[in-house]
């Protein structure tokens, strides 16, 4: 009793699962009967050519149903309009919903539009005794029920229709026997670029409407007399596109073999608009190219100014062009936008090239010495000028060690010697008070008294030494020597800074009247 209830036990949980892993599979094929069940179309209505005679008995006698049925039912799409007779005469006309922007990579474009073509088929004259309206529009089902021109884009990608929410086909038939077809297709079409003057360049762009399988003696398309292309205002983010630019033509082409078949095409011209590389190439570039010329009116022996300077603007130079270069197609010809970048990199890279030239020069040992020579016998010029003025005043001291500054060889101007004299009527009491800088006034100056670095009141003193200009009288060490610089250095930078500017803009000059 105790195992049957065990079994039991067991057994129940495992029914329940089962039953519920049925349900589950269950439940996923009626989700994807569903799925496929929305993805098929709804068939085709058959052709009045296809009814049976007891579909045809029970439509209205005057219905225009009736007249449609009639009318189509000896009717042959596979024929065209005037067999074996004159060519079918097609006029076509488009209309451009949006234009899509131009890729230059990919040398393409995008064109949402209503294509329309009209045509006359005698065989669809309504009748005399209708009474309806001239115009009969025609559900779009019964589009595969008649003849229809087979254009294609000679030009095209890739293209497709739209059916959101039906297809999006109109079809009018017409008194006299003439046909309208029209549909909405989004088409990517090529375009050849030529890039020679990009970004000022205008390129022309084509739709080519070309018969398939019918040549010129069977088919011939023609664009409507009247507004053959429409389009409302479309603005393109780099290209400006007007209707008065439009331009139409015949494209019939010849194919060995075959023959001759019919062709046109319109040609839309797009003008670029700079603005977007103005902002975005030329003038950061411009600026980079003005900063590496900063360098020439810096020191030339800061190198750690000049040179982090000058390697910026060639790096900054060099990744504009390799980023452009990744957002154009790689062609072999040169373009305005390379011609402009190179110059740059060239007014970068010799920049650096000149500070190299300067560094050269400025660590030549007979340049430097050659340039302390010429230091030298200036100072010795302006010092031999110097004396000879002195002399020539009377007030100058031949020196001794009687008249100098602690016996050294600096002579001492008599004036400087009273303001000496003056500033030491009192005197320290000993040594010992002048570490303490304790002072004490013990009468007038003695006749041994000597000169020093220090007066009485332990400051130093400065000299007029007669030149004009103050020596500061004390034990500091001196400052380090000014590193000597060949005025050959010095010279290139002066010549730099007015060379650089010219060349550069007598390039612009050049550059921008050839390419506006």
């Known amino acids: 009793m105790g195992a049957a209830t065990l079994r039991m036990v067991l057994i129940k949980p495992l029914l329940f699962l089962v039953i519920f892993l049925f349900e589950i599979e269950q439940d996923k094929g009626g989700e994807a009967t569903s799925k496929k069940g929305k993805g098929k179309k709804k068939p085709p209505q058959p052709c009045p050519s296809e009814l049976s005679p007891e579909a045809l008995a029970r439509e209205p006698i005057n219905s225009t149903s009736n007249l449609l049925t009639r009318l189509l039912l000896t009717y042959d799409p596979r024929i065209r309009p005037n067999f074996k007779d004159i060519p079918v005469e097609v006029q076509v006309n488009i209309f451009i919903n949006s234009f899509g922007a131009i890729h230059e990579t990919t040398m393409d474009y995008r064109v949402n539009i209503f294509l329309r073509q009209r045509w006359n088929d005698p065989r669809l004259k309504l009748p005399n005794d209708f009474n309806g309206s001239d115009t009969l529009t025609v559900d779009p089902t019964m589009f595969k029920c008649l003849w229809k021109p087979d254009l294609f884009f000679a030009n095209e990608k890739s293209a497709n229709f739209h059916d959101v929410t039906q297809e999006n086909i109109l079809l009018f038939i017409f008194r006299n026997g003439d046909v309208l077809l029209s549909m909405r297709l989004s088409i990517t079409l090529s375009c050849l670029l030529d890039l020679t003057l990009f970004p000022m360049d205008t390129q022309r762009c084509k ?22 292309v429409q389009m409302e205002k479309i603005a393109l983010p780099q290209f400006d596109v007007k209707e008065e630019d439009i331009e139409y033509g015949n494209c019939t082409k010849y194919y060995a073999g075959t023959g001759y078949y019919t062709c046109v095409e319109v040609i839309f011209t797009l003008r670029r608009q700079v603005g977007y590389y103005m902002m975005g190439v030329y003038a950061p570039t411009l600026l980079i190219v003005v900063l590496s010329w900063l360098s020439f009116w810096i020191n030339p022996d800061a190198s750690a100014a000049r040179v982090p300077l000058g390697i910026f603007s060639v790096l900054n130079l060099s990744s504009e062009c390799m980023v452009l270069a990744a957002e154009l197609p790689k062609v072999s010809y040169v373009k305005a936008m390379d011609i402009w970048l190179i110059a740059c990199l060239l007014f970068g890279f010799a920049s650096l090239v000149e500070y190299a030239v300067v560094q050269v020069m400025l660590n030549s040992p007979k340049k430097i010495e050659a340039e ?18 002195g002399k020539g005043g009377g007030n ?4 001794s060690t009687q008249n100098t500054v602690n016996g050294t060889d600096t002579p001492v101007h008599i004036s400087t010697l009273q303001v000496a004299e003056t500033r030491c009527k009192k005197v320290c009491t000993s040594k010992s008070d002048l570490r303490s800088n304790d002072f004490s006034i013990v009468g007038s100056l003695p006749r041994d008294f000597e000169l020093s670095n220090y007066d009485c009141y332990g400051k130093p003193i400065q000299v007029n030494n007669g030149l004009g200009k103050l020596q500061l009288k004390n034990n500091k060490k001196p400052p380090p020597p000014k590193p000597v610089i060949p005025t050959e250095a010095k010279r290139i930078d002066l010549y730099a800074r007015a060379l650089f500017p010219f060349c550069f803009l007598f390039f612009n000059v050049i550059y921008w009247s050839a390419y506006l």
């Open 372 to 389: 302390r020579a010429r230091i030298q016998k200036k100072l010795k010029a302006k010092e031999q000028a110097i004396a000879s003025e």
């Open 207 to 228: 739709i080519q409407l070309e018969s398939f399988g019918y040549t010129t003696e069977d088919l011939k398309f023609n664009w409507q007399q009247k507004d053959p």
């Open 396 to 399: 100058w001291v031949k020196p």
